[in-house]
Structure formats: C-alpha cells, structure tokens
C-alpha cells in the first residue's frame, strides 16, 4: 500500500486520530502514555478518518465530501426514525469514539449527550448553516396552519420533548439548505484533519454542484402544476415546500408519532375537497393509514414520498440525489405539473 504519493500523506493519519481519540473516552488517561489507544490505528481502517454522522442525509454528505479518506457510519441504522433515536452502548461508544462527529445539534437527544462525552475532540453541528424555522412552507390557517395548537396539550409536550427542537429539523429536503451543510461539513473535516483540507474541498465542489442540479431540477419540474397545496401526512417536506412555492398541509405533527385527532382529519379532508387536492403522500418510514384515512373519505389518491430519513428497501433509489430525483417525479405527477 505505502507505494504512492497519495498513501504516504494517508499515513499521517493514524498519529492524528490517536491523538483525537485521547481526548476523550476511557484511553485518555493512557494519552501521555503514547498509547495508540482504539485499536486497529495501524490497520488498513487506521489510515481513514472514522466519521460518525447521526442520520442519513448527514452520512451521505459526509462520504460524498470525504471519498476514500474517511468512513462514514450513520448512527440512525437504516428503516429506523431518526425522531427519537435511541443509541447501544455501542453507537454510544461509536459517537465518542470517532474522529469526528457529524449532528443536527437539538434534534437526537442521544446524540447530544455523546457529543458532550466527547470533551474536545471534533463535532460538527450543522444546526447553524441548516437555518432552521418553526413552520416552513407551511401557511397560516387551514390545516397546519399551526400544528402546535393541533395537538392537544399533552402530545404537543411530549412531542416537543422527544424531538428536543423548536424548529423543523428536515432542511435535507431542501437542496439550497443541503448545499450549506455541506460546506459547514467540509469546513468541519478540514478543521479536523488539516491534511486532508484539499481532497474535502474537491468533494464539496462535486456535492455542491450535484445540489445545484438538484435544485434546478426541483425548480423547472414545480414550475407550473395543477396544484400548490403539498398534502402530507408527516410534515417533513416544508422546508422543500417553501423553496419551491407549494403550501405545505400536514395531516399530522412534524415528528413521526403524532396521531392526529379526529377532527383533525375532518379539518383535512374539507380542505382536500375544498381545494381539490388530487394526491395524499404518505412516506416510507410511517404508516400511511393517515393519508389513507382521509384519501378514503375525499376520493383522492396517495402517493409514497421519501422522507430521506433512512434508506431502506423501499426507497425509490440508493442514496440521497437519487431518492430526490424520484420524490420529485412522484410530485410532478401527484401536483400535476407539466
Ligand atoms: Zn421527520
């Protein structure tokens, strides 16, 4: 392996990550010591920077930055809501270890507690370039037009509590939101690992360029559409809706779990028939009963959009651009835009 240019500088690699990784977690005693600590820092891993990032479109972005020089894990395993992710000891331990850790700061508790156990060794939040808002794309009045009044006291204290965010956490939904992040990523990884500041700037420009087209794509494709009304039953695509002028209408709560209340639904399916709305989109991750529920009552049709929360199975592509392409036909077609 050690036989080109590119390798040698790699090789400085295993000495920066165990310097990083005394400074936290139960080797840090043994640091003065010169203790490799973490094992496997001489193995072919140990040249790559291990990167934990806390869900999905995060670990997408991550790698995609990064290429060969990093692994990246995601701490939320595929199929699972990230909403109210709850770590093993050993994501916990994968959290604290890592050279560096990537996080939405607010939305996983369990992730916050780990980044704190992680003292100063490199976290990315990408909370600030995300530009988060409370309601996006998301009109007043009508349904959703304030989901927090929707909910009744007690979810709404038990939502706001497993979510630990304020604001709406789905900025990957929108690419102009994803292109932010990626630069407070690569900005991240170059403060963490200097030498390598050259090969995450060419893999920014590679991802921000796929952004581009992501959002030029989205742009054209809802230009013109029968319908501006986005009728969800997981209130994840507002940040979407907002960039490309659609009116986001949840059937129910932005977190995942929230059952909306009878009337809630009736408030819903007047809207649909008020507005003729064609298409209900339910997601992969959750019971589309909602939508169905009100699709049932209205005569109007469903349609799966992908939250990109996880890849599982059952997305309708095999990373981040691809299932953003497909959500996309899937609302050309639901929206009826020519
Ligand atoms: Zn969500």
């Keep these: 392996m050690p036989s080109t240019p590119r390798t040698a500088s790699l090789l400085a690699l295993p000495l920066a990550s165990a310097l990083l990784l005394t400074s936290c977690g139960s080797d840090a005693a043994a640091g003065g010591g010169g203790s490799p600590g973490g094992g496997g820092t001489d193995g072919s891993d140990g040249a790559r920077v291990q990167v934990a990032a806390s869900f999905y479109p995060l670990q997408w972005v991550t790698q995609a930055i990064a290429g060969d020089r ?5 701490l939320t395993a595929p199929g699972v809501e990230p909403h109210d ?16 850790l990537v996080t939405l700061g607010g939305f996983q508790g369990a992730v916050d507690a780990a980044a704190e156990e992680r003292g100063d060794a ?14 996006p794309g998301t ?3 009508g349904p959703s037009g304030d989901e927090h ?32 992040v990626a630069a407070a990523v690569a900005d991240g990884l170059s403060a963490a690992d200097p030498d390598g500041a050259s090969t995450y700037a060419a893999g920014l420009a590679g991802v921000q ?19 501006r009304d986005l009728v969800t ?5 507002g940040y979407l809706a907002e960039r490309y002028d659609l009116e986001q209408r949840g059937v129910s709560g932005i977190g995942g779990e929230a059952e909306p209340t009878p009337a809630r639904l009736a408030e819903v399916a007047d809207f649909v028939r008020a507005h003729d709305v064609s298409t209900i989109y339910t997601e992969t991750l959750l019971s ?23 890849l599982t199975d059952a997305s309708p592509g095999d990373d981040y651009p691809s299932v953003m392409r497909a959500d996309l036909q899937t609302l050309r077609e639901g929206q009826g835009c020519s």
């Design 139 to 141: 009109p007043a009045g």
């Design 122 to 135: 490199p976290v990315v939040d990408v909370a600030p370039a995300a530009d988060l808002e409370e309601t």
């Design 70 to 74: 990093a692994d990246v894990t995601s």
């Design 233 to 237: 039953s997981h209130q994840a695509f």
């Design 85 to 100: 992710l709850e770590l093993s000891p050993q994501e916990v331990g994968e959290a604290v270890d890592a050279d560096v």
């Design 209 to 227: 360029e796929e952004l581009t087209a992501l959002d030029d794509e989205y742009s054209t494709g809802l230009a013109t559409c029968a319908s």
């Design 288 to 310: 589309p009963a909602v939508a169905e529920t009100v699709a049932d009552e209205t005569g109007a049709s469903t349609a799966v959009l992908d939250t990109l929360e996880g």
């Design 149 to 180: 009044e929707h909910e009744g006291g007690a979810s709404d204290a038990e939502e706001e509590h497993e979510h630990g965010l304020e604001e709406d956490p789905h900025f990957w939904l929108d690419p102009v939101r994803m292109s932010s």
